[in-house]
């Protein structure tokens, strides 16, 4: 918090903020924390020097390419997730190795310190565990249910087992309710549905503990489903095995986050639940609902209305005919672990014409993962347009920054891509330094 306070400082006066709300379910776990404070927690992105993804090596280019490499993967495992435009319970959780930005967390008693992806769109809280002689997470730092006295395993008679998606989930020989999710590639994860008390440092508030966690125990996997760094996630969406679901009374049905700036890899974000969730500023905020009559479960859901380009509306000409994987051709998806923005092709090609008007660089070969790009002569974004996104009663407004991404030297590329997935995704640079 103190970290974040002299940035908020310099941007709160500038900047409008978007207030998303959603109702989670009920809490079936206890908590041991001061309720009527709150608490944040920090978010670190991979490409931090302080987090265990960190790659000296990497390239401006080699930054850029593989951020929209995970962008294109996360839009095709989200359209896997749906058939004719409804949710499916077979689908298999986010890979750790797939996320934009980490956080802290410790398992059991003892608590044990793990990095592990934030991810709003996954539900399913899961980490290596041992025994588990495949995992790539090295065994040092795993998860070792026996040294745990409060760890224990779920049966198959359990609610939360009943919540695991019906693809996968099975009971073993001890009747523990185990599950073993595939993912496209043939990589797989096997484990069983347990809990264990999870423990958060606040620094601010304190160390939070809270009872009973229900998380998935990986003890076996293949393609590497995590990485050796990082050992599990920590699923944030809208389904009842996410941890905002799981203590939701805790937190009053509230969490918010502030992501850092793709170019400020230094600082840290901000992941709130609670009160300190809370924000308000006349004239600053604005409140979207959640896109109506959609069952789309672990996913937050917007309706996007038209995107204009330089304060010019582009009357976006959705085709309410056209099946989408989400249902509704307006339907768009918030998600803090996707970086690019994926837009249809009906929507995406107005925005792409809009910027070439407006953007009077020379155009360049695009970089791979991006569909327009500018030879430049700095990055100050001098010249390049804001791109504001029309949601349902509220306008978000993209600074160039927040539109438009270095990728190369002299290079700045449309953070904006086109989707053949039938999944549009509104992703986490457009996102950057708004309280969410």
């Known amino acids: 918090v103190s970290a ?48 265990p993804l960190y790659d000296p090596t990497f390239t401006l280019t080699d930054r850029a390419v593989e951020a929209a490499r995970r962008s294109i993967w996360r839009s095709r495992h989200f359209a896997s997730r749906f058939s004719g435009g409804v949710s499916t319970k ?66 198959c008679s359990t609610s939360f087992c ?25 990589s797989y994860a096997d484990g069983v549905l347990s809990k264990d008390t999870l423990t958060f440092d606040t620094g601010v508030h304190g160390t939070i503990k809270f009872p009973s966690t ?41 969490f ?12 840290t974000g901000q992941l709130k639940f609670g009160a300190g969730a809370e924000f308000s500023g006349t004239g600053t905020v ?23 380009v330089g304060g010019k509306k582009l009357n976006v000409k959705f085709d309410a005919a056209r099946p989408t994987a989400l249902g509704d051709a307006k339907s768009i998806i918030i998600d803090s672990g996707t970086t690019l923005t994926l837009l249809s092709n009906e929507a995406y090609n107005p925005v792409e014409s809009a910027v070439a008007s407006a953007v009077e660089f020379e155009k360049v070969e695009p970089v791979e993962g991006f569909s327009l790009c500018y030879h430049v002569k700095s990055f100050d974004l001098q010249g390049f347009p804001s791109v504001t996104f029309h949601f349902a009663g509220a306008d978000w407004e993209l600074p160039p920054e927040n539109a438009f991404l270095p990728v190369a030297e002299g290079v ?10 039938g999944i549009a995704i509104f992703g986490n640079v457009a996102q950057q330094n708004f309280h969410v």
Request: net charge negative.
């Open 286 to 308: 604005q409140q979207t609902e959640m896109a109506q009559g959609s069952d789309q479960g672990t996913f937050y859901v917007l309706t996007l209305d038209d995107v204009s």
């Open 162 to 186: 009943d919540d695991l998606p019906t693809e996968g989930k099975y009971c073993n020989n001890d009747r523990l309710c185990g599950f073993h999710y595939v993912y496209g590639d043939k």
């Open 90 to 155: 077979i689908y298999s959780p986010m890979k750790s190795g797939s996320g934009e930005f980490l956080m802290k967390l410790a398992l059991g008693t003892p608590a044990r310190l793990h990095w592990a992806i934030a991810d709003t769109g996954s539900d399913l809280i899961w980490t290596q565990c041992l025994p588990c002689e495949s995992c790539t997470g090295r065994k040092m730092s795993m998860f070792d249910p026996h040294k745990s006295s409060t760890y224990k395993t779920q049966s």
């Open 4 to 51: 974040m306070a002299p940035f908020f400082a310099t941007f709160i006066t500038l900047l409008s903020l978007l207030q998303i709300f959603t109702t989670t379910n009920s809490a079936r776990v206890g908590i041991v924390a001061p309720k009527r404070h709150g608490f944040s927690l920090d978010l670190v992105h991979r490409d931090s020097p302080a987090s």
């Open 256 to 267: 918010a986050y502030c992501l850092i700036s793709y170019y400020d890899t230094n600082s």
């Open 412 to 421: 700045v590329c449309l953070a904006i891509v086109p989707s053949n997935m």
């Open 214 to 254: 229900t998380f998935g125990c990986v003890h076996d996997e293949a393609g590497n489903v995590a990485t050796a760094e990082v050992s599990g996630l920590v699923g944030l969406g809208g389904g009842p095995l996410s941890l905002i679901s799981q203590i939701s009374s805790a937190i009053d049905n509230k």
